[in-house]
């Protein structure tokens, strides 16, 4: 089974700072099936990235991803106060879906 | 618009069974399948399983075989999410999401709708 790992644990950063969130998988995988997460206190998810660098609909182009093989980022350009919250990377491979631990993004 | 619109919160005691609903509206029910998930207090999140309307099954993560069963009414466009022998460690909360394609096989799919959540509470 793939494992994703998320780093850091936490970033502490100022509103309008540029943030740069690591997600790294155990083996090489499909670049295709590789999606990024925002999520709040008490609300689900919300996609951001698909595909390691599609941006969902809706999300604006402060944030992007990239990446390939078995390490992928999300940057976050500029920080608005909206932006500080938990982020996820999740990974699709035939019919199980894996999810990273997560990566706070709290004000410094 | 699409909605997942869930059931209520449930307190259970260890060793019970508990049956969460989500009901879909705003798109063709059998155009897309259904998944639940779920997210620990404080942790990450966990992929339960899928239910395929269309197909008429249902693939379940290895880690929940023999104590989930999922089942859906199409009619009523809604999805049950029932799990067994809980202890402790299933306190989470409960969600379903739709993806925003059919076949993730051949598209870039990522969870585009969520439910609120249902959060399950085990304790004595």
């Known amino acids: 089974d793939i494992v994703l790992t998320q780093s850091p644990g936490t970033l502490s950063l100022s509103p309008g700072e540029r943030a740069t969130l690591s997600c790294r998988a155990s083996q090489s995988v499909n670049s295709n099936y590789l999606a990024w997460y925002q999520q709040k206190p008490g609300q689900a998810p919300r996609a951001l990235i698909y595909?390691?660098?599609s941006r969902a609909t809706g999300i604006p182009d402060r944030f992007s991803g990239g990446g390939s093989g078995t390490d992928f980022t999300l940057t976050i350009s500029r920080l608005e106060p909206e932006d500080f919250a938990v982020y996820f990377c999740q990974h699709y491979d035939t019919s199980e879906w894996t999810f990273g631990h997560g990566t706070k993004v709290e004000i410094k | 618009q699409v909605q997942l619109v869930q059931s209520g919160a449930e307190v259970k005691k260890p060793g019970a069974s508990v049956k969460v609903s989500c009901k879909a509206s705003g798109y063709t029910f059998t155009n897309y399948y259904l998944h639940w998930l779920r997210q620990a207090p404080g942790q990450g999140l966990e992929w339960m399983g899928i239910i395929k309307p269309s197909l008429g099954s249902t693939d379940y993560s290895q880690k929940f075989q023999g104590r989930v069963t999922m089942t859906w009414d199409t009619s009523t466009t809604t999805v049950y999410m029932e799990l067994s022998s809980l202890r402790s460690e299933d306190t989470a909360v409960y969600y379903c999401?739709?993806?925003?394609?059919?076949?993730?096989?051949?598209?870039?799919?990522?969870?585009?709708?969520w439910g609120l959540g249902t959060l399950v509470t085990v304790s004595s």
């Open positions: 999401a739709r993806t925003n394609a059919l076949y993730c096989s051949t598209s870039k799919c990522y969870f585009e709708y």
């Open positions: 595909g390691a660098s």
